[in-house]
């Protein structure tokens, strides 16, 4: 459905798209990690070697987290408001995680009995202080920790350059990662392919995802008024992501090294959201389903790897496994259910600690939020001047 020019767009509407690419995003992951539970399934084993390339939703994540993040951080000034962007993104990190936490990792940990309890592996899934999967009681929770160390990044940008020099520090931290990491890449190869070189955590492939996604949201910005045809901008979008899994599907290393994989996941996951923000632009309703899905995209993202557990054991339990019709239509239904139970535990969980947590700000913003105001603005403007075709 197109809106034209002259219709008006709720902010809910003009934020669509980029909820819908949260729940493009989830359902990646979620396929990614149901590849050994359907590969040997008729039917829906064809789908295995697609759905490998599922990974890459983190990516999107990445660049759409940066996008979102910066718009919050850009016109952050002085210590009181930068202390209150980072109180507010930590709060939205461990009020969401903390939960899950409790009760798909520690509850049933302890009651199983704490074997081999390490407290040190404690503290750090509890505060995510170490981004590997196998330090983690969420397996997903890695990408949590590169997450708090990106606002961290921004904080520190906002502290110590005005807004205006700060596009100017964003890009020129994204010059040094991007150097940092192509040098080693090309004179020490195997160091870098081992995943041993210095900085690995501090100067991290992924902050160039992070990063971009940060000077897409200044560009479009900055430049929202410009005419641009959409009927350009979209199949360009479309090749971009082509280009970044077709590099990306030269070799396993560009799923494992964090820069190889920003340069070629990373440059996809860029085109996804230029795709979402030219179809916003255009004034392209985005399905209701896969909103809904966007919103409760990071309880799915979180709790998806217990649920396929639990699913997997309910059908080799009670279903016999193997490949019979029954066991193949449940294993089909593990989408549909684990998005329905991700939905539940948003609106029943993390929706009401967001808002007990993180209240709207006073003063002006108090409706939507400061970092909502500031970039909704600017969809409205590109919007005025793209309109529908």
Same mark, same amino acid.
């Given at each position: ?9 709720? $902010? ?10 949260? /729940? ?11 590849? $050994? ?40 000034? @002085? ?16 009020? &969401? ?18 074997? &081999? ?44 350059? &005005? ?66 045809? $959409? ?34 996941? @990373? ?6 959201? /230029? ?72 609106? /029943? ?10 209240? $709207?700000?006073? &003063?002006?913003?108090?409706?939507? @939020? ?20």
């Amino acid at each position: 459905m197109l809106v034209t020019k002259d219709t008006a767009a709720s $902010p809910r509407q003009k934020l669509e798209w980029l909820q819908a690419l949260r /729940g493009v995003a989830a359902l990646m992951v979620l396929f990614f990690h149901m590849t $050994p539970y359907w590969k040997d399934l008729p039917v829906l084993g064809t789908f295995s070697s697609a759905m490998h390339f599922g990974f890459a939703g983190v990516d999107v994540f990445f660049v759409l987290s940066g996008f979102v993040v910066y718009a919050s951080a850009r016109q952050c000034v @002085g210590l009181r408001e930068v202390s209150d962007f980072v109180k507010r993104r930590m709060l939205r990190i461990y009020m &969401g995680y903390w939960p899950v936490l409790l009760v798909f990792a520690a509850v049933p940990w302890i009651v199983k009995g704490a074997e &081999g309890l390490s407290w040190e592996r404690v503290l750090r899934s509890v505060f995510l202080l170490y981004p590997n999967i196998s330090d983690n009681w969420v397996p997903t929770a890695w990408s949590l920790t590169y997450e708090l160390f990106f606002y961290a990044w921004l904080a520190l940008v906002s502290l110590c350059a &005005g807004p205006a020099v700060r596009l100017r520090v964003v890009a020129a931290l994204l010059a040094v990662v991007v150097a940092w990491n192509t040098v080693w890449l090309m004179a020490a190869s195997g160091t870098m392919l081992m995943g041993q070189q210095p900085l690995r955590f501090g100067l991290t492939g992924y902050a160039a995802e992070f990063l971009a996604g940060a000077l897409v949201f200044e560009w479009y910005a900055r430049y929202s008024s410009a005419r641009v045809d $959409p009927w350009v901008v979209l199949p360009a979008c479309g090749a971009v992501v082509l280009l970044g899994f077709a590099v990306g599907s030269t070799s396993p290393y560009f799923d494992r090294v964090e820069i190889m994989r920003a340069g070629s996941y @990373g440059v996809a996951a860029i085109g996804f959201l /230029g795709t979402a923000l030219a179809l916003q632009r255009q004034a392209v309703r985005a399905p209701l389903w896969l909103v809904r899905i966007g919103d409760a995209s990071f309880s799915v993202y979180l709790i998806h790897i217990f649920l396929l557990s639990g699913l997997g054991y309910v059908r080799y339990t009670y279903l016999g496994g193997g490949t019979t019709l029954g066991s193949t239509l449940f294993a089909a239904s593990y989408p549909v259910l684990i998005v329905l139970i991700g939905w539940l535990w948003y609106r /029943g969980v993390e929706l009401p600690l967001m808002r007990w947590t993180t209240p $709207p700000r006073a &003063g002006a913003a108090a409706s939507a @939020g400061q970092w909502r105001t500031r970039w909704v603005g600017a969809v409205a403007r590109f919007g005025k001047a793209g309109g529908s075709p």
